[in-house]
């Protein structure tokens, strides 16, 4: 494994490490191999980010057997191979095996994800829960809660949440600092316990925008969109022309809003009162108009399978250009303002992120622009009319937390000027294909497994389902899940964020965590 993934980082010198997905033999369709001979997974997932390609590489593994980390290779799989540790009990070989986001339980070792009949006591025949192949040892347990809160370390470590409500959810973040210099840095997560991927598991399909709303709860309709996107793909479904432009309009008010959180936050934070007014005003023009669209609930469902629920009224395109409009005025005020406040240039010119770093870390979306990386997955893949629509992809330099602000606000015009170009040329026609089922009942066949990505706020959302067997699929309905996957620009960032504060003044910490703007329910998935 070692030496292929060294070949491939030779082969292809701009390579992400994506993801490293655990799954059980049993979820899988497309091996021959004996269900006795192997347990498990893994799949490490690569994009080569010069091509867009993607390049997977598929592990088999034994329970009793270890695999050998690839942390000397990419930092990033750090998290990724706790979590495949923590989830189905693989051995990792020189890996971490602190929890990662779920508590520690002293005692026996609980792995969620392992199917209740490998842990069938032979004795009884009844499930019990699923315990760990390996001895129980201290490095198994999350450190940071007991050994830095005890008295001789209580003036050492600083330590903020996860008490604290953060807008973007609970975490907590610890610090060593000496003198104002952050010297260590540790941020922990596993608060929120979703548990979105256990729960669906089993459930019919039509239950995933549910989720995806909710957890997405800063662009919310970035889940309703990912969600339907994904059917869509999977079944070749067209999508009217009018539908794909409004969606277009709703995603891009939607990026608008996860923006404008992450700077309301950031200019809380500096006691900057006039761009805070402008971003809480924005966000809550955005909601108005998104929730006349969605008939007065904030996670309407508005956009699914095939088009979208329901049509634009005749007033909508005149209220959101004179929106659009104002709003543009503002930003340009903005800037201005902030190009001559010393205090926020002084303030922000901190914690900067190399784009080797960021790289490294497969930090992707606005946080790795502001570092100059372009990559913008609108402008590469094209996804509906993006390929007709003026616009352009903001890059910043050093990625400090000023350079991450500017990207964002750059972002919000660029969105107004999508918006403005969309609402400018609506197509007429339908909004949703009513031969959904028949083009499900018609299709020839569908593949065990599909994936699905689009360019969210903070970079790709990216969407995975393994299907249980059904050879009799007439609907949505019909279609179960056996294993699901759900990961969001946020999970890379969350690991990032403590290597960035090294060497930093402490009172920049918290602008840095606004300023990359995680979304710790994606993370606690």
């Not at 994009?47 to 997977?56: A, V």
């Not at 969620?112 to 499930?127: E, L, M, V, Y």
């Not at 829960?129 to 490095?139: E, L, R």
């Not at 610890?174 to 669906?200: N, Y």
Request: glycine share 6%; net charge negative.
């Amino acid at each position: 494994l070692i030496k292929l993934v060294q070949k491939l980082k030779a082969e292809f010198p701009h390579l992400l490490l994506l993801d490293i997905f655990a799954r059980e033999h049993a979820n899988d369709r497309t091996y021959a191999e004996p269900a006795e001979a192997l347990d498990f997974f893994l799949e490490y997932r690569f994009l080569d980010i010069d091509s867009l390609e993607n390049i997977n590489i598929y592990v088999s593994v034994q329970a009793d057997r270890y695999v050998p980390s690839i942390t000397s290779l990419f930092v990033n799989a750090d998290w990724c191979e706790r979590e495949a540790h923590e989830m189905y009990g693989i051995g990792l070989r020189n890996a971490d095996r602190t929890n990662l986001l779920t508590p520690a339980v002293f005692g026996e070792r609980i792995f969620p994800f392992r199917s209740q009949d490998k842990s069938q006591d032979k004795s009884t025949g009844a499930n019990g829960p699923v315990w760990g192949p390996f001895a129980i040892d201290k490095s198994f347990f999350r450190p940071g809660s007991i050994e830095k809160n005890t008295p001789e370390n209580f003036y050492k470590w600083k330590v903020w949440g996860p008490h604290i409500a953060w807008p973007n959810g609970p975490a907590r973040l610890l610090m060593d600092t000496e003198g104002d210099t952050i010297k260590k840095a540790s941020l922990e997560v596993g608060f929120s316990h979703r548990a979105l991927e256990k729960k669906l598991e089993g459930r019919s399909v039509n239950d995933i925008a549910l989720y995806l709303e909710r957890i997405s709860y800063l662009a919310p309709h970035f889940g309703s969109f990912l969600t339907a996107y994904f059917f869509e793909t999977l079944f070749q479904l067209p999508i009217p022309e009018r539908a794909q432009a409004l969606r277009m309009a709703i995603l891009e008010m939607s990026r608008i809003m996860s923006h404008c959180t992450a700077l309301d936050n950031l200019f809380f934070i500096l006691e900057l009162q006039t761009p805070l007014t402008v971003m809480k005003w924005a966000r809550t023009k955005c909601w108005e108009l998104l929730l006349e669209l969605s008939g007065g609930n904030y996670f309407g469902d508005l956009i699914v399978v095939g088009g979208l629920k329901k049509d634009i009224a005749r007033s909508f395109p005149t209220k959101c250009l004179a929106f659009v409009h104002e709003l543009t005025n503002h930003m340009d005020s903005i800037a201005s303002y902030l190009k001559h406040n010393q205090a926020w240039f002084a303030q922000t010119q901190q914690v900067p992120l190399d784009h080797h770093l960021g790289l490294q870390y497969g930090l992707l979306g606005p946080n790795i622009r502001a570092s100059g990386i372009n990559l913008d997955f609108r402008k590469r893949i094209k996804p509906y009319f993006y390929s007709e629509i003026d616009f352009e992809v903001p890059l910043g330099v050093t990625g400090t937390i000023h350079d991450r602000a500017l990207i964002r606000m750059e972002e919000i015009k660029q969105s107004l000027r999508i918006i403005s170009q969309i609402l400018d040329h609506v197509p007429e026609g339908d909004i949703l294909n009513q031969n959904i089922n028949a083009v499900i009942a018609h299709c020839p066949g569908f593949p065990p497994r599909h994936r699905a990505m689009v360019e969210g706020p903070e970079g790709p959302l990216m969407l995975e389902i393994y299907f249980q067997k059904n050879t009799s699929v007439k609907t949505m309905n019909d279609l179960r899940i056996e294993r699901f996957r759900f990961l969001s620009g946020g999970f890379m960032a969350a690991q990032c964020l403590p290597n960035v504060l090294l060497e930093q003044p402490y009172e920049s910490a918290l602008m840095a965590l606004y300023s990359f703007n995680i979304n710790f329910a994606e993370v606690d998935r």
